[in-house]
């Protein structure tokens, strides 16, 4: 069976899936994408080898040729379309945030349990990653005792002028919240942030860095350095910390290299080398679930909950104060 999959949105993650699913992904073609900017829409086409460009979201999400549908769009549209999706009974990939707002998210919930069957899966690629793999393992596994603390760092070279100081929270942290969940298996219940002294490298509008601390249900505390416009590449750390023993994300796997005097490794400049193999791992995942027609990957449930905490963060930022998360109930459906 090759699944057709309907790509919403194309710009730089949407074309980089589109890439994926037509270059290395087995078992699926692109049948049609769709955006608001039509120039880009009809380029991605042509890349996916003749993909047609839908007249709008809701035709591409309906149409007979559409199988499944990537969600690719700007995040405040996730929900709109992957409400859609539900609607119309089709499985969808949501790239995070499933939703900007723990509402929203909420009532994607609601839309798949009502429908019956787990059609959501949310983009949390850093399941995939085989370093992330192994620290779960090792984790679950009690190589390290009892969980205690879990340091985190993440760091991009550089950060354009639309990127806010909610956004480090929004869209950057989320992806350490969402992994600190699945690792320790655990929720999240507060959540803390303190600003540092601010880089210059940096537009006037935006805090960073920023360090952010949360706690688990079962008293593990996290910190996390979220550090936008570090200048020297793209650096993602992860380090757990056990009554017994400790472990570590270990770097991306590079040649070592000798010259004038020093010895050292390149460092990744963008996420999309850094993570290339897991973003690879998560779409042939979610693309034989479609055909085997259960989804498996992170469900909505985790896309709400780490909106949530998300949530949580942002008014942490404005107000400086310890916020709770107030998860609703986990429904049995998501157990």
């Known amino acids: 069976m090759t699944v057709r999959i309907g790509v919403v949105g194309t710009g730089a993650i949407g074309r980089e899936h589109i890439e994926r699913l037509t270059r290395t992904i087995s078992g699926a073609r692109v049948s049609a994408v769709a955006d608001i900017d039509a120039a880009l829409a009809e380029k991605a086409a042509a890349a996916a080898g003749g993909a047609r460009v839908a007249a709008d979201v809701p035709e591409l999400i309906t149409a007979d040729d559409v199988d499944a549908v990537l969600v690719t769009s700007w995040h405040a549209a996730h929900a709109e379309h992957v409400l859609a999706a539900v609607a119309a009974g089709k499985p969808v990939l949501c790239e995070k945030p499933l939703a900007t707002t723990a509402d929203d998210a909420l009532r994607v919930l609601a839309a798949e349990e009502a429908h019956g069957r787990r059609?959501?899966?949310?983009?949390?690629?850093?399941?995939?990653?085989?370093?992330?793999?192994?620290?779960?393992?090792?984790?679950?596994?009690?190589?390290?005792?009892?969980?205690?603390?879990?340091?985190?760092?993440?760091?991009?070279?550089?950060?354009?002028?639309?990127?806010?100081?909610?956004?480090?929270?929004?869209?950057?942290?989320?992806?350490?919240?969402?992994?600190?969940?699945?690792?320790?298996?655990?929720?999240?219940?507060?959540?803390?942030?303190?600003?540092?002294?601010?880089?210059?490298?940096?537009?006037?509008?935006?805090?960073?860095?920023?360090?952010?601390?949360?706690?688990?249900?079962?008293?593990?505390?996290?910190?996390?350095?979220?550090?936008?416009?570090?200048?020297?590449g793209y650096d993602i750390r992860c380090e757990t910390v056990g009554e017994t023993g400790l472990v570590r994300l270990p770097d991306p796997a590079r040649?070592?290299?000798?010259?004038?005097?020093?010895?050292?490794?390149?460092?990744?400049?963008?996420?999309?080398?850094?993570?290339?193999?897991?973003?690879?791992?998560?779409?042939?995942?979610?693309?034989?679930?479609?055909?085997?027609?259960?989804?498996?990957?992170?469900?909505?449930?985790?896309?709400?909950?780490?909106?949530?905490?998300?949530?949580?963060?942002?008014?942490?930022?404005?107000?400086?104060?310890?916020?709770?998360?107030?998860?609703?109930?986990?429904?049995?459906?998501?157990?």
Do not use: K
Not at 132 to 156: D, F, K, Q, S, T
Not at 162 to 177: F, K, P
Not at 279 to 304: H, L
């Open 255 to 335: 040649a070592e290299i000798r010259s004038a005097g020093r010895v050292g490794t390149e460092i990744d400049q963008e996420w999309g080398g850094r993570f290339a193999e897991a973003f690879d791992v998560e779409v042939q995942a979610w693309v034989d679930s479609v055909a085997d027609g259960a989804a498996t990957g992170p469900s909505a449930w985790d896309g709400y909950a780490a909106t949530a905490v998300a949530a949580a963060t942002v008014e942490a930022q404005r107000t400086g104060a310890v916020v709770d998360v107030n998860l609703a109930p986990r429904p049995a459906f998501y157990a």
């Open 119 to 232: 059609l959501v899966q949310v983009g949390f690629m850093r399941r995939f990653d085989p370093g992330y793999r192994e620290l779960r393992r090792v984790i679950a596994g009690g190589g390290i005792g009892r969980p205690l603390m879990m340091h985190c760092a993440h760091r991009n070279r550089t950060q354009g002028e639309r990127y806010t100081t909610e956004m480090a929270a929004q869209d950057t942290a989320v992806h350490e919240i969402d992994a600190a969940r699945w690792l320790l298996g655990e929720e999240i219940v507060s959540a803390q942030v303190i600003m540092p002294r601010a880089t210059d490298h940096r537009f006037p509008h935006l805090r960073d860095p920023q360090f952010m601390l949360f706690e688990t249900a079962g008293g593990v505390r996290i910190d996390l350095e979220v550090f936008v416009n570090c200048q020297y």
